[in-house]
């Protein structure tokens, strides 16, 4: 019988060619080849969990494996373009003996031999000493986790067409960002950004699978004057690259871009905002660990200082105000890995276990506070059901196009999107930023001139209370985040968030920023 040693041995050395491969992969008849394939697939991926626990001995071994390849290509048009390429390979387990013990490891090493040494080397650093005698040969079996029963995945999150581009089509991609700039007197960088992802669940039993896998890509382009006196900004995010069109998104930034040539300045102060999609999520991924159950903020009643129970274990969960209403009537958030739109994998990390599964969450329905985020661990004190961060998220929407919003307002601010968002006061939610890329003041109806950006100083658990009117959701383009070791989950590709454009009252434009 093959051993997994064998079958991982296979693996590794498919994926040591792989980069090789996918420079010359092809589509026959509208079909990848199977070498523009950068991830694994599941049996590979099976092969991979079965030999750490060969390599481990660990009885009740569960085992995660996440695999992410990404592509980007980067240029300043009139300049040589710039690639990189990333293979990420992740490799966790738990091992279940009184409670449960996680080890990680990052590699990129391909020789199983090799292999072998990293994960004994990290078992022996990682997890505590384990001393053997009667008592302890086996474990009891209330140590074994219950069986999870994880959402189905009726649609796909996996396109062919996006793993071939990841090799064949980035170039043609910056040709066609670029070429809406031919003869114009605007400068441009664009990015283009494709990535594939498998991820493989092991259960301890050895008698449950989980496998996921996507495909996502984003094109993103800023349109510059020469003597920087104007910006515009456009972006495109989708799992399938047929649906990606870099021409019309060079075209929107030189639009943009030329709405927004001599701006003037404009006295800052609390006006009507109209937030384009873009704006809105942005908000609302800064907003998504405030949902957190251990996030003491403005989900929570007033008080002086956190619960002592929070200090250590979530014992106790603590008040907070489900149940109330938090936001408009007209605002529904909710995460949903089977969002034919979005979407991500039926599982997830947490502490105190792994291959959590992710159910569909409603977190705030008509604008009453549903549900809170939890992780695995707390779940099991607090007997709540483990929920994700809602990092992924769609927000309902409304009749009202962006031009209907501009001409019902009788005074206010057009706002494109935001840069550097931050949180600045957890309890109250309020955040920090500046306006980017689109600022246009609006009089009567009209668009009457553009204006210099601001800082903005807001909380949007206040104006998602003074909204005035919501458009269309659509999926929302953030541009390529380069890798971030202390915050994974804000590196690209992030998980998608579907929001609609919204205009508000009352919106805090804080002071002049002479930024573009």
């Not at 070498?35 to 569960?62: I, K, S």
């Not at 031999?113 to 005698?133: K, Y």
């Not at 040969?137 to 959402?151: F, G, N, Q, S």
């Not at 915050?487 to 002071?511: H, S, Y």
């Amino acid at each position: 019988m093959e051993s997994a040693h064998t079958r991982v041995a296979d693996f590794l050395s498919r994926r040591a060619d792989a980069a090789d491969a996918t420079q010359n992969s092809r589509v026959h008849d509208g079909r990848p080849d199977q070498d523009a394939r950068r991830v694994m697939t599941r049996a590979e991926a099976h092969a991979l969990a079965e030999f750490v626990r060969e390599v481990t001995t660990f009885p009740f071994m569960g085992v995660i494996v996440d695999h992410t390849a990404t592509a980007v290509a980067t240029q300043r048009f009139g300049h040589p373009p710039k690639g990189t390429d990333v293979d990420a390979l992740r490799i966790g387990w738990n091992a279940y003996l009184g409670s449960a013990v996680m080890v990680d490891i990052n590699t990129n090493v391909r020789d199983p031999t090799i292999l072998r040494r990293i994960i004994q080397r990290a078992m022996a650093t990682q997890m505590p000493r384990i001393v053997d005698n009667d008592d302890d040969d086996k474990p009891d079996a209330t140590d074994i986790p219950k069986p999870a029963v994880y959402l189905p995945l009726p649609v796909p999150l996996w396109h062919p067409r996006s793993a071939v581009a990841m090799a064949a089509e980035r170039g043609s991609a910056l040709a066609q960002l670029s070429g809406p700039f031919h003869g114009t007197a605007w400068r441009g960088t664009g990015t283009v950004a494709v990535a594939a992802r498998s991820f493989y669940f092991l259960s301890p039993e050895g008698n449950t699978t989980v496998f996921g896998e996507s495909t996502d890509c984003e094109v993103s382009i800023t349109a510059r004057s020469v003597d920087g006196s104007a910006a515009g900004w456009s972006g495109q995010a989708r799992r399938d690259w047929d649906q990606i069109k870099p021409t019309d998104a060079a075209r929107a930034a030189i639009a943009r871009a030329e709405q927004q040539q001599n701006p003037s300045r404009f006295e800052p102060g609390r006006y009507t905002a109209i937030l384009s999609a873009t704006a809105v999520g942005q908000l609302l991924r800064a907003m998504a660990r405030m949902f957190n159950v251990r996030w003491i903020g403005p989900f929570n009643p007033p008080q002086s200082a956190p619960p002592p129970e929070l200090e250590t274990a979530l014992t106790v969960v603590p008040a907070d105000r489900r149940g109330q209403r938090v936001f408009d009537p007209r605002i529904t958030l909710s995460s949903d890995p089977t969002d034919p739109e979005g979407g991500d994998f039926p599982f997830f990390y947490g502490d105190g276990g792994m291959g959590t599964p992710n159910p569909k969450s409603t977190w705030i329905e008509n604008g009453v506070l549903k549900l809170r985020s939890v992780d695995a661990g707390d779940a099991l004190q607090s007997g709540m059901i483990a929920r994700k961060d809602p990092f992924l998220m769609r927000m309902s929407g409304g009749p009202t196009s962006v031009e209907e919003m501009i001409a019902s307002c009788e005074r206010g601010i057009y706002v494109h999107r935001f840069a550097n968002l931050e949180v600045i006061d957890g309890r109250s939610g309020a955040m920090s930023g500046f306006t980017r890329d689109g600022c246009l003041l609006i009089m009567n109806g009209k668009v009457s001139r553009p204006i210099k950006d601001f800082r903005i100083f807001e909380s949007p658990f206040l104006s998602m209370n003074r909204v005035l009117a919501l458009g269309k959701p659509e999926r929302v383009a953030f541009g390529f985040t380069p890798p971030n070791a202390q915050n994974p989950e804000l590196q690209w590709p992030l998980p998608p968030i579907i929001a609609p454009p919204m205009m508000v009252t009352d919106f805090n434009f804080a002071a002049l920023s002479d930024a573009v």
